[in-house]
């Protein structure tokens, strides 16, 4: 059993001091065979493997991942957890999500900085607002908490955020989600690969997927870098990659990929308490516990691989965030960067079975994976586990493109994430 | 930022493009005999290669023209553009094609 994390364990090693940490999960060399392999260690690859094995009783499971845990969108989102979908079937799969978030951190056993310090969106036109009802009240009739606010409120409840009748972009009122919030991104990729390895799970980086093996349209196992590995069962969870996977496995997906732009201010004394997001002028932004304002755009319009997008994207962001706090303008920013997304065109995900028997995709989280994370890895544990999908995730199938049964959430996970 | 050489108005910056994705999709003529499955395949099913990339853009505040663009999606760099209705070109490089 690994070593327990708690106040007395901090205390015992920082009388030794802190030299004698032991390692949070090891790094083993690839099995052979495994009964269920899952390719990407991100936070969801990495929730899969510890559900698996928690849930489901399987630990001969390994997690690959071609660069190391959480250096893909995990590490570079902005790390918002929301469960304010319109649809039912994504309100009920992202509030599975924000419930499993509550108690994270103790199921863990690892601290995941969960913060549900409130989330407020904002609307800036009549129709915005009206769009915004609609939302709040579809979210409240999934009994999940959500609530309007008018601009007087929303200028209480965020005082530095321009609320002014004159104001560029004009605050109509705003939905507010207060179980909303943050967490710490790496810390979530971490305390998955912690619990699932003290489980028995094989969490094996710089191990890049180049090939499946596929007989009599079955899944037996891949080819990585290093080396053959068999397999009874494959869950593949490759945000921003998974078009390329799916071209090694012979079919196609829905699904293109585009960058999507987030960056860092210097670090500043607290100044914003709460999430703020604006659909309308695509910008959200929150204050990270070192103090950095955390603001993230809307995704680059081309297709590309890159993890890098294009200037105008930023100005564009930056224009509306310094009229929505003019306090903001005067910031320097610390760093930049860019994730690559999978969009679906009805911006939700695909979570479930593929063409290939006994190969499972879980992609095309697009630009707001991260919130899912816990609730994503559990219905995906399940569907690997039975077969057949849990039923929270059984209308994000890939066959909904060829039924027409599509989960239109362009409105809420168009941007703000 | 891009710098895109529209076929008809010479090199300009990206933000006076419009990107309108994947190009060379033909729409089936014999939509009446396809099952949902294969229209699946025209609606949404797509390429989406890490390398060259055969993509339409339109010059939305120049020309108003649509063409083709062979692109990388790792690099960006731009192999070619061509008109509409031309076949897309061989780019020796990538898996795109």
Known sequence: MKQHYSIFTLARNAASYHEKWTEAWRSPDPKPEYDVVIVGGGGHGLATAYYLAKEHGITNVAVLEKGWLGGGNTGRNTTIVRSNYLWDESAHLYEHALKLWEGLSQDLNYNVMFS?????STAHTVHDMQALRRRVYAIQLNGIDSEILTREQVAEYCPILDCSPTARYPVFGASLQRRGGVARHDAVAWGYARGADARGVDVI???????????????????????????KKVGVVVAGNCGVLAGMAGFR????????????????KPVLDCVVMSGQVHVYVSQSDKGELVFGAGIDSFNSYSQYGSPPVVENMLNALIELFPIFSRLRFLRQWGGIVDTCPDASPIIGKTPIENLFFNCGWGTGGFKATPGSGHVFAHTIATGEPHKLNAA??????????LIDEHGAAGVAH | MLLIPCP???????HEFSYAREGHITRPTNGEQLSDAEWAQYLFMRKNPKGVHYERWMHAKGCRRYFYAARDTVTHEIYATYEMGQPAPVVDRGNGR
Do not use: W
């Open chain 1, 116 to 120: 549900q310090r409130g989330l407020l």
């Open chain 2, 8 to 14: 008809y108005c010479g090199k300009r910056d990206e």
């Open chain 1, 205 to 231: 980086q710089n191990c890049e997927v180049t090939g499946f093996k596929i007989e009599g349209g079955k899944v037996v196992g891949l080819e990585t870098t290093r080396g053959s590995i068999g397999a």
């Open chain 1, 253 to 268: 997906l829905p699904i293109e990929s585009h960058p999507l732009q987030a960056m860092v201010s210097e670090p500043i």
């Open chain 1, 396 to 405: 994000f199938s890939l066959e909904r493109f060829a039924t027409g049964y």
